[in-house]
């Protein structure tokens, strides 16, 4: 297994464009998580979903969208870039949503620079 | 939100002695996870727990969730370099986690 992949794992935007963050996973999970990293201040969620066809919001989801038309797959969509939005971007999954089951696996992250 | 705090924010220590973050909460965590983000790297899971009082092992790491349910600490025994990184405690609420700032550990050979 591949486990949670992310593409690209750089990139550079000028303000004003736009772009998508690839996430997949091929462990059959069926939540699905993004987070955005910035120095010193942990992990903020910005989307997540609980299946195919199904996603709401986190903490921080202002400046981005995302969808969920399968299991394996999360798209992040990034349509007038800002550079507020200059981060390191994790896509995580985990397999159930109970208490018990809930351990998060994380992708290698998208360090984006919005210049 | 409900958040979590931890401390200290960063800690450097020389390799053979011990560390320990905390995780404290205002309310009462239905649980608590651990992870551990190596420099450039990923979160990697550590550790749950759901217990009142609960203390876990794992090697040189010890996981401890309070009586109370509302702190949490995991102490390293004998660092080693191969221990740096951050350490994040996170509140799990069902299917959603709120993570602390982290505890930045470096270690000096």
Redesign the interface.
Known sequence: NAGVTQTPKFRILKIGQSMTLQCAQDMNHN?M?W?RQDP??????IY?S?GAGITDK??VPNGYNVSRSTTEDFPLRLELAAPSQTSVY?C?S?Y?????H????????TRLTVL | ?QQVMQIP?YQHVQEGEDFTTYCNSSTTL??I?WYKQRPG?????LI?L?KSGEVKKQKRLTFQFGEAKKNSSLHITATQTTDVGTY?CAR?S?????????TLLTVNP
């Open positions: 939540y998580y987070y010193g201040m942990g992990l903020k969620l997540y609980v986190g903490e994790f995580a985990s159930s949503g109970t208490s018990n809930n351990e998060q696996f994380f992708g290698p992250g | 939100g924010q239905s649980n996870q790297g990923h979160p990697v899971f749950q759901v994040f799990g069902n299917y959603k986690l709120t993570f602390g700032k982290g």
